[in-house]
């Protein structure tokens, strides 16, 4: 995945001459993930720039240059160092079009690894989407294979509004898969359905999908019949995707590995109550990270959920109704 | 042990506080028209000041923050700008905004609770009003990064204030202005006050210049009251950014005459008799006195120019008065380039319950 995603960069500094990729290391390094590899030996240091090492820079310098005209595309090392950007992502780069009345724009790009499981250090493992997915104006995004991070990103590039590209470090390496060069990007704001079934829906994102493809696949082995969704679109909420799945399937279960309060879970969750409620067979479950601090990694997979607690989490709807 | 390193920070005056020449002046200020046009500015800027602050205290407007006493750095780096130049305002800059052409009626409006005072239908790539404080240095910086990506002779001018050099956006943004030698200024107006707090206790530094020192870029003070010598430092510094000489901090030295904003009560925290001192210093009057001494203005002229003021503020105010209120739809228009399909959801919600008393 992380080579999908140096790809759709390559991409779109190719074929719009807006396009910058800026960040901590980006450029002789080509990003400590090596999802820059290659972009500035062959786009240039202008167009290609490392910065000096501060995030609310970063974000605060991406608003300047797509107000005054250009599409920046900007990494931050990790999710768990976002945090000096956000006064920048809530007070600006989320407002700038509403404020001026579509005046001025922030056509911007923040891409970020996130989540755990790569025996990184502390704060190197952290999901905090709910933090970004409540900000109006700006789009979530977290792709969960190196074809989506490919057409997804140059959605996101493209798009006319700033989109928070979350890349999950799990599935930086973790499979493979061919993909076509041809910049062809795959809708923002849809979910994916990656599995079709009749029993239940499993709603899950990023590198959840690892554990929800297992959970899935021993559903499936003792005839249950599951349904998975690949959210995508973090925020804004592809409502009618969800609710058409619960409408076939009656159960839902929502697998994050973000920390539960307040998680999108409990958005999508109540978003089921409130539409579609009398779709339901049984109550909905959450499958989530812990309320806790993200563990350091000797714990990291009893913090995040597993494929078990998924079939429970099933099991538990299948058996209530 | 040998020095490492020295830095020494200047002064710089053109006209004191007595109107008394101190410096040779500078190029633009050998034409008496141009020192008598930005002397009418900086009346124009004041009386609409004014007006908002009466607005306000008669319930025709919101919380707003006078610009009493900046008139000579408002206007001098109105001046200073070119219009292709981008300006990053905080939000005091009523005089600068006024120069850029940004109207009344908008300045109003903004004041006034409605968004649409920052669509300036000219100065259409300035930034808008900012109140996060210092956050608009990194735009400024960030607008040069994107002029000299492009080759384009064009330059960012950023304000701040004396306390928003106490943030670590203003100590960012020096740092990647300096480290790519960006074509961008930061004019720091040091007004003394930082709502409550005075600027010896935002800092130990002697002076704000003085920052930019470890961004590696110059940093040079200024009399803020002084308007001849602001713009001559303001246009030297844009000069060198535009030639690709890098950036540049400008500390301004002046002072908040009035509250902090409409919802401030300087007289808690202030000292009367600073305030009393400021006045003798404030930046009109000496303009004036010069002006008068070579006879390019009078009192007839000043009356005139006053009641010209007065004609063009009112046509102003009863623009934005008589401007409709926005409806719900507003807070949903331009939050994306396409409304997602929950946001039209909730538009008709904020539609159907709308308040129609204007409250």
């Known amino acids: 995945m992380v080579e999908a995603i140096a790809m759709a960069q390559a991409w779109e500094l190719e074929h719009d001459a807006r396009v910058v990729v800026l960040g901590q290391d980006v450029g002789v390094n080509g990003g400590v993930f090596r999802a820059t590899q290659g972009l500035q030996q062959r786009f240039g240091a202008e167009r290609v720039q490392d910065t000096p090492l501060a995030e609310a820079t970063i974000a605060g310098v991406c608003v300047g240059l797509a107000a005054q005209g250009l599409k920046p595309v900007a990494e931050i090392q990790f999710m768990g160092f976002l945090y000096p950007a956000l006064d920048q992502i809530v007070n600006h780069m989320s407002r700038l079009r509403h404020r001026t009345r579509g005046r001025l724009s922030c056509p911007v790009v923040m891409r970020m690894p996130h989540g755990g499981g790569i025996r990184a250090p502390e704060h190197h493992s952290e999901c905090t989407e709910t933090l970004l997915c409540h900000i109006p104006g700006i789009r979530v995004v977290c792709p969960s294979s190196p074809q989506r991070a490919y057409g997804l990103l140059l959605a996101a590039v493209r798009d006319p509004d700033p989109v928070m590209f979350l890349e999950p470090v799990r599935l930086y390496r973790a499979f493979r898969e061919e993909i076509e060069d041809d910049g062809a990007a795959l809708p923002l704001d849809r979910c994916v359905l990656l599995h079709e079934g009749r029993d239940v829906t499993i709603v899950t994102w990023g590198a959840m999908i690892l554990e929800a493809q297992a959970a899935l696949e021993r559903l499936e082995s003792e005839g249950v019949s599951v349904e998975l969704i690949d959210l995508a679109t973090l925020s804004p909420l592809d409502t009618q995707g969800i609710l058409a799945s619960v409408a076939k399937t009656g159960r839902l279960v929502i697998v994050h590995e973000a920390a539960r309060n307040l998680g999108l879970g409990a958005e999508i969750a109540a978003l089921v109550a409130e539409r579609a409620l009398y779709d339901l067979l049984a109550p909905v479950q959450r499958v989530t990270g812990f309320d806790t601090v993200v563990p350091l990694h000797r714990l990291e997979y009893d913090y995040i959920p597993s494929a078990e607690r998924i079939v429970d989490a099933v099991r538990l709807t299948l058996a209530t109704s | ?359």
Not at chain 2, 117 to 138: E, K, M, S, Y
Not at chain 2, 251 to 278: F, M, N
Not at chain 2, 287 to 296: D, G, P, Q, W
Request: some cysteine.
């Open chain 2, 1 to 359: 042990m040998r020095q490492a390193a020295e830095f020494t920070i200047d002064y710089e005056q053109v006209l004191d506080a007595r109107a008394e020449l101190v410096a040779p002046l500078p190029p633009f200020a050998k034409d008496l028209d141009t020192v008598t046009a930005m002397y009418r500015a900086m009346v124009r800027a004041r009386a609409f000041d004014a007006k908002c602050v009466n607005l306000q205290r008669t319930g025709q407007l919101g919380t707003y923050a006078s610009c009493l006493g900046h008139e000579a750095v408002h206007i001098a780096v109105g001046c200073a700008l070119k219009p292709e130049d981008v300006l990053a305002p905080v939000y005091r800059e009523v005089g600068t905004q006024l120069e850029r052409g940004v109207d009344m009626r908008e300045i109003l409006l903004y004041w006034g609770g409605d968004e649409r005072g920052n669509d300036f239908q000219r100065a259409r790539h300035d930034f808008p009003w900012c109140v996060p404080i210092a956050t608009q240095t990194l735009h400024a910086t960030g607008a040069a990064m994107a002029f000299k990506l492009r080759r384009e002779p064009r330059c960012a001018l950023a304000y701040i204030g004396d306390g928003g050099t106490s943030e670590g956006a203003f100590y960012e943004a020096l740092n990647m202005a300096g480290a790519r030698a960006l074509p961008v200024v930061f004019m720091i107006v040091n007004n003394g006050w930082a709502i409550s707090v005075p600027v010896r206790a935002q800092t130990a530094a002697r002076t704000l210049a003085q920052k930019a020192i470890a961004a590696g870029i110059p940093g040079v003070q200024v009399d803020g009251n002084d308007v001849l010598a602001v713009r001559s430092v303001v246009e030297r510094a844009l000069a060198t950014a535009r030639a690709g000489g890098g950036p540049a901090v400008i500390e301004a030295l002046t002072y908040r005459l009035s509250d902090h904003t409409t919802a401030d009560d300087a007289s808690r925290y202030r000292p009367p008799g600073e305030v009393r001192e400021a006045w003798t210093v404030e930046p009109l009057v000496r303009v004036r006195r010069y002006l008068e001494r070579l006879n390019a203005w009078s009192e007839t002229e000043e009356a005139a120019h006053i009641a010209e003021c007065a004609r063009e503020i009112e046509a102003a105010v009863a623009d934005y008065s008589n401007a409709p209120r926005p409806t719900t739809d507003a807070m949903f228009e331009h939050l994306f380039a396409r409304l997602p399909p929950h946001l039209e959801w909730q538009r008709a919600l904020a539609g159907a319950y709308a308040r129609s008393d204007g409250h």
